[in-house]
């Protein structure tokens, strides 16, 4: 196990609802990265955190927003949810994140599935 | 044209058999190259990181041709276990960074 979880497990929710997903780093990481899998796709970044700040985004509409808390815990809420917001929602934790030069690996959290009706 | 792209599969091969997966990444940017392994339902794991020199894990070997912008995985002597989806990922800095996944390869080892 890589020691990072994830809450809630499986979550459902209608269209024009707001949704908060869960994510507790791994001991002594301090970089919180998330990741939307639809099906049959791979992972999508969606945005990072670095010791509280935001360290990069995706693609992804100002309705996805992010929080790290002094734990390096964090948060992704996204509103006005969509039927194509319908996927697995993942957080990987790293250490150091805003240090371009280094290859520390990401550790992936199982993931919350996400389904919008 | 996706920043990474591999043949989605399946794959369906015998045990024991030989099996190489393909991945091109189009970013010349690119640093870091893994391949990871996901299976039904679960989070990505790393597999393995994938180095210029071409390294080797067990019956895992991975290569990376920087020039062709092409990365490859090479799984020897199947086992039924290694059934999963394989994805090839880049990165623009280092793995602590940005992670860019193609859409996987699927891999079904067979009696």
């Known amino acids: 196990e890589t020691g990072v979880t994830q809450s809630p497990t499986h979550l459902i929710k209608t269209r024009g609802q707001q949704v908060t997903l869960r994510c507790s780093s791994q001991s002594g990481h301090n970089t919180v990265s998330w990741y939307q899998q639809a099906l049959g796709q791979g992972p999508q970044f969606i945005f990072q955190?670095?010791?509280?700040?935001?360290?990069g985004r995706g693609n992804f509409p100002p309705r996805f927003s992010g929080l790290q808390f002094p734990n390096y815990s964090s948060e992704l809420n996204v509103n006005a949810l969509e039927l194509d917001d319908s996927a697995l929602y993942l957080c990987?934790?790293?250490?150091?994140?805003?240090?371009?030069?280094?290859?520390?690996?990401?550790?992936f959290g199982p993931g919350t599935r996400l389904t919008v009706l | 044209r996706k920043e990474v792209e591999q043949d989605p599969g399946p794959f369906n091969v015998p045990e024991g058999a030989t099996v190489a997966f393909n991945c091109t990444y189009s970013n010349s940017a690119s640093q870091s190259f893994f391949w990871y392994r996901q299976d039904c339902r679960k989070e990505p794991k790393l597999l393995m990181s994938?180095?210029?020199s071409g390294n080797e894990d067990g019956r895992f070997t991975a290569q990376l041709n920087r020039a062709s912008q092409y990365i490859s995985l090479l799984i020897r002597d199947s086992k039924l276990s290694d059934s999963a989806t394989y994805l090839c990922v880049v990165s623009r800095t280092g793995g602590g960074n940005k992670l860019t996944f193609g859409t996987g390869t699927q891999l079904k080892v067979e009696l």
């Open positions: 990987a934790s790293s250490l150091g994140g805003g240090q371009p030069w280094l290859t520390d690996t990401q550790y």
């Open positions: 994938v180095y210029s």
């Open positions: 955190y670095y010791r509280e700040e935001e360290n």
